[in-house]
């Protein structure tokens, strides 16, 4: 079964352009309970299965159920069965004789596939495309046609190097600039028009056949129920031969069982642990276990004040900043009394009045002023100075510092020496100062937010999704600012590629 579990791979630059659209949490978190997830989808529903048949090559085949629900589709295997849910928008991939779970937003699957099109695009020496001498295998692996069949996700206009033909007996061939591509065999079966388009949706996302194919399937009547094609395998053409036989319809639960429990921390990566301590750190802090609760603006105020009193620019600044961050600018308005003057708010005052005077909070900043400017490099050395000096210190509010200092070294630019050792390095410590900045304050949406778009970044949509879902879910309505541009991101895959969702 092909898994939705994604890889590591090189740094991209993370574009969005998209009016602004209301931030919305997920329907469930990617913490959630079975039994969680079971009660967001509701009662029974009629399934039409199928069964069906996979054979790569010469290798035995796979065989597999293939259940159609109203707004789901189920895949079901030897050892583990895929639920993508188009009403909850969600991927669960089960491992039932471990009796674990995951859940994944859908957004990742098109998400990851726009990034990984440009990024095997790019790439001199794309993973998979083999050893062979003359090079031929490395350049069908940055073929456009095989990477987006590979991946469902077609950039540009319909090809115009894919010939469709009428086969007889309900078969339509397919060749590409000449060469035989596709034979297919259709049927007409009675399936409801919900099921069917959820059908094509089993095949945009699972079966590897060129889009421009799929969509000339989807427009026709019958089913396709026998399917030769071929496919990019191990950096080399293979083919693909696909059955699929009718099994009937049932009437059953959400194929879910509620008594599964979400996998362990340890499913996301090997080779990167602290990934799972933090994610499985923002689970707790979503349903609610982690031993301290968001911060108050009392609670804020009053170690503004007592940073203030201390006569502490750096920590004044750190502390306000972090209040700002969590409940918005305005939450200044609430400058207690006691440190109100007829100008304004003491402690604002004494950030204003101590920059330019007071060294570490002049480095702060002038550091984040020089990394707006474009001052990459400056901007670095400045805020790497506060930062030793707030873990010195374990100054309060140096969570806030620790994510200043990771945006500038998340940047997906190359240093100005041009080293892409440094560049991933940079981003190795990024992740780390992310860490670092979310232990010190779980409740802040900007943090999760901007972890996210780093692991996006780096082509680890997986966590990226769960990063930004868990943040979505923080308390306090302010919180949901902080993921516009994901909102945005969300917004846009819809739009172009709705091929991957069902259309309300």
């Not at 388009?197 to 056949?209: D, G, I, N, P, Q």
């Amino acid at each position: 079964m092909r898994s939705l579990r994604l890889p590591v791979g090189v740094a991209i630059i993370f574009l969005l352009s998209l009016p602004a659209v209301r931030a919305e949490a997920p329907a469930v978190s990617p913490a959630a309970g079975a039994t969680e997830i079971v009660a967001a989808r509701g009662g029974d529903a009629d399934e039409w299965r199928f069964d069906v048949e996979i054979r790569d090559g010469d290798a035995p085949a796979d065989e597999a159920e293939l259940a159609l629900g109203p707004d789901y589709f189920r895949l079901t295997d030897a050892a583990r069965s895929m639920i993508v849910d188009f009403r909850l928008l969600r991927v669960i991939e089960i491992d039932r004789a471990a009796r674990r779970f995951t859940n994944r937003s859908l957004y990742l699957f098109p998400g990851f596939g726009e990034l990984q099109y440009f990024a095997r695009l790019s790439k001199a020496n794309p993973p998979g495309a083999g050893t062979g001498s003359d090079g031929a295998a490395a350049e069908v692996a940055k073929d456009p046609f095989w990477i987006e069949a590979d991946l469902g996700i077609r950039k540009d206009a319909p090809r115009t190097d894919l010939v469709f033909a009428d086969g007889g007996d309900g078969t339509m061939t397919v060749t590409r600039s000449g060469k035989p591509y596709a034979t297919i065999r259709g049927e007409v079966v009675d399936l409801p028009a919900d099921r069917r388009a959820v059908l094509f949706r089993y095949f945009r996302f699972l079966s590897e056949l060129h889009p421009n194919v799929i969509d000339a399937l989807e427009k026709g009547a019958a089913l396709p129920v026998a399917l030769d094609y071929r496919v990019l395998k191990d950096g080399d053409i293979a083919r693909r031969q696909v059955r699929l036989r009718a099994a009937g319809r049932v009437t059953t639960p959400y194929p879910l069982d509620p008594a599964l429990r979400p996998a362990d921390e340890g499913h996301y990566t090997n080779d990167v642990p602290a990934i799972d301590d933090l994610v499985g750190m923002m689970a707790k802090v979503a349903r609610g276990d982690w031993p301290t609760g968001p911060l108050s603006p009392d609670d804020y105020w009053r170690e503004v004040e007592r940073q203030f009193k201390d006569e502490n620019a750096l920590g004044t600044f750190l502390n306000v900043q972090g209040m700002a961050m969590q409940y918005g600018a305005t939450v200044l308005d609430g400058c207690p009394k006691s440190l109100r003057k007829p100008d304004g708010c003491a402690p604002v005052l004494f950030i204003r009045d101590q920059s330019g005077t007071d060294r570490l909070l002049t480095l702060a900043i002038g550091g984040t002023r020089a990394e707006v400017e474009g001052k990459q490099e400056a901007g670095l050395k400045a805020m790497g100075i506060v930062v030793n000096e707030v873990e010195s210190r374990d100054l309060p509010g140096g969570y806030v510092a620790q994510a200043l200092y990771a945006n500038m070294l998340a940047r997906p630019t190359l240093p100005e020496n041009g080293s892409m050792t440094l560049l991933r390095e940079r981003q190795e410590e990024a992740f780390e100062r992310f860490r670092k900045a979310i232990a010190g304050n779980p409740y802040i949406g900007f943090f999760y937010r901007d972890l996210g778009k780093l692991l996006f970044n780096q082509l680890r949509a997986d966590v990226a999704w769960d990063v930004w879902d868990f943040g979505r879910l923080l308390p306090g309505s302010y919180q949901r600012h902080a993921f516009q541009t994901i909102d945005e991101l969300e917004a846009r895959l819809r739009a172009d590629y709705p091929q991957f969702f069902l259309q309300p």
